[in-house]
């Protein structure tokens, strides 16, 4: 209730009066009324939940996304045409038969017959290229890699007098022992996709090999990504699966890495590994990729050698150094 200069005092029942001579429709209205008579009648303020954050650390509010144009509408080709229906009954063709266009039959000139001679009737020859394991130096790096020890001829003259300072019986002399490819090896050459770069060496590995061992000591298998099903075939075409039997095992192959840096072998490799190893066949790997891109976690009981120009006899030797052959 406010009092002003020159008016009398309003009180509630003047309000009250008010409000039902004006009949108001809603209380928007009876609060205008309210108003101009000094009386502050205003609906309390809506409730809110507290909210206590960082007004800094809060994340700023997201700007309006642009709006796009409309996308135009897709353009659909008309309906074609319902095609022509055809006549049911078979048409006669008015089409009228031209005479032939092909020259008549000619004998072949003298020219050319007697040319005929110069050209080979043979197969062609074969084309020269270089092998990763070059002619001169094959036969030691093969032969380094597939050598065995065995007793010899030559009295262990060390072992001897050691023997009899310990007053041991000697069932037989001891020889010194010396390296020898007469066991022969088992060649199990991969042609597996990766390898088709690589198809042509195999064969010429093949022969190589079987100049140093002979083909009687020699027997080829092939296979596809997995050695343990490699097969060989006899003249009658029957499949022979491979099976470690004590000779050396010459594989090449480049283990599915497929040229990548540090990538693991096929799963295959490691029971390959281990049925040479049971068998106590050496098991020699010829790898084509450098020594970089070889697997870190090959079995140690193989020999893994570069299968390129560079690989010597020598070292051969030296990376067998430890194996027992």
Known sequence: MTLERGRGAIHLGDLARALVDLGCRDQAQAGAVAACLGFGLRA??????????????????AAPQPTHPPAPPVWVPPTPPRPTPLPRQTLTSRLTPLPGLAPPFEPAPDWLAAGADAFPSGAEPRLARATLLPEPTARHVLAAALATRRPGGTLDLSRLIDAICRREPLRRLPRRAEETVALGCQLLLDYSGPMVPFWEDLNDLADQVRAILGAAATRVYGFDTRPTQARHWTPAGEPRPWRPDGRPVLAATDLGIQGRAQAAPAPDWAACAADC?????????????????????????????????????GMVRRQATGHPR
């Open 44 to 61: 309390p303020p809506r409730a809110r939940p507290h909210r206590v954050f960082d007004p800094i650390a809060a994340p700023p509010a």
């Open 277 to 313: 190893a049971q068998a106590g066949s050496p098991l020699i790997l010829l790898i084509p990729w450098p020594a970089d891109r070889w697997p870190r976690t090959f079995p140690p009981t193989a020999t893994l050698i570069h299968w390129g120009p560079r690989t010597t006899a």
